[in-house]
């Protein structure tokens, strides 16, 4: 499902969630550890388990459920599930059930029972706070898989993300998720497609500043499908956050000077000095974020995850395109040059405000 097997994706969960010890309990005698060249003789193991093992997570793969005292958390392998609803599930106790209240063969009991897969429905109810289903056969199956596409979705996504960029991306996304290729990889494009638009940009003629607006519109897109890639195979890292967090802003920078240069070109009022405000509030905006990422406290946490998303949000290509082929994106280079000095001011009030209380308690 989605490039990996749901059996690999619940142990992946699970040890995100913090569960462990992990055994895989099926029939055929085998044991899996991370880095060992141990044959497996159960068919629902080796090759099922490519992500675990890429990740070093320790599991065992037994014909037989193990003795083991105290709570335990049992789940059929059918169940598709985020780490997070683990993590309370493991908090809480219960048992998981959908958003939609549909219990799934999940819970955690005193003890580990001695039957093949215990019944849970003594056991108080769980909700889901995110994307949780089961598979019971080839259809649906299917619908999970839609199911699951469409919940990979970021904090970052604007209105033009939701309803065109990713689903554009997505198909994109979906040949991908087959391949070898890293979500980084498909940052770094993502990021040589924007350079790509704003060189066009900054040709000044009226054909490629509309060529370079759809080349910017499909940068965008491209954006959309590292995150796809990176959370639907577990792939996630800190190079990848400030890859993306980065490169959206070489990429704007790119775009700003681009235009400056084009507009200049053609003799446009103001227009080299507007890009060149403009450049600089990116930069400046850039600056005050990553100094608010430094220094935040738990209540800021959330305020600069909101201005990251911001920064990062390229809502904004849909008024290029549109600006480009009426020819007037000099209108957009005045929201610019004024809109990203606005921002960085008001991020540096609230970082300052938020400081100044802390230091007050």
């Known amino acids: 499902m989605a490039g990996l097997t749901v059996l690999d994706r619940l142990i992946v969960a699970l040890h995100r969630a913090g569960a462990g010890p992990i055994y895989v309990v099926c029939g055929g005698e085998a044991t899996y550890a991370p880095g060992s060249s141990a044959s497996f003789s159960c068919t629902c193991a080796a090759s099922l388990l490519r992500r675990t093992k890429a990740l070093e997570i320790p599991v065992q793969v037994l014909s037989e459920i193990p003795p083991r005292d105290g709570l335990v958390l049992v789940a059929r392998s059918e169940v598709i599930v985020r780490a997070a609803d683990l993590a309370l599930l493991i908090e809480r106790g219960g048992r998981l059930a959908t958003a939609a209240g549909a219990p799934l063969p999940i819970g955690i009991l005193p003890h580990l029972p001695e039957s093949a897969f215990p019944k849970l429905d ?167 974020v990553l100094r608010g990422m430094r220094n935040r406290d738990g209540r800021q946490s959330v305020l600069m995850g909101k201005l990251i998303d911001s920064v990062t949000n390229r809502d904004f290509s849909v008024l290029v395109l549109v600006l480009a082929c009426i020819d007037r994106l000099q209108w957009f280079l005045w929201l610019a040059a004024v809109g990203s000095h606005v921002f960085w001011i008001a991020a540096l009030a609230i970082q300052g405000s938020t400081a100044g209380r802390r230091v007050t308690r």
Request: contains cysteine; aromatic residues 8%; hydrophobic residues 55%.
């Open 122 to 288: 003594s056991l108080s109810v769980v909700r889901a706070e995110g994307f949780a289903a089961l598979m019971t056969d080839a259809r649906s199956a299917r619908v999970v898989e839609r199911a699951l596409w469409a919940s990979l979705t970021s904090s970052a996504d604007g209105v033009v993300d939701r309803v065109f960029n990713r689903p554009c991306g997505r198909a994109l996304s979906k040949l991908l998720v087959h391949t070898n290729v890293s979500p980084n990889t498909i940052s770094v494009a993502s990021i040589l497609i924007g350079l790509l638009a704003a060189w066009l940009f900054a040709a000044g003629d009226y054909a490629s500043i509309v060529a370079a607006a759809f080349i910017f519109q499909l940068s965008a897109i491209v954006d959309c499908v590292d995150g796809d890639l990176a959370r639907v195979l577990f792939k996630e890292s800190k190079l990848g956050k400030w890859l993306d967090l980065a490169g959206d802003q070489v990429v704007h920078v790119g775009v700003f000077a681009g235009m400056a240069i084009g507009l200049a070109r053609r003799e446009i009022p103001l227009g080299l000095w507007l890009g060149m405000s403009a450049v600089v509030g990116a930069l400046l905006s850039f600056a005050v």
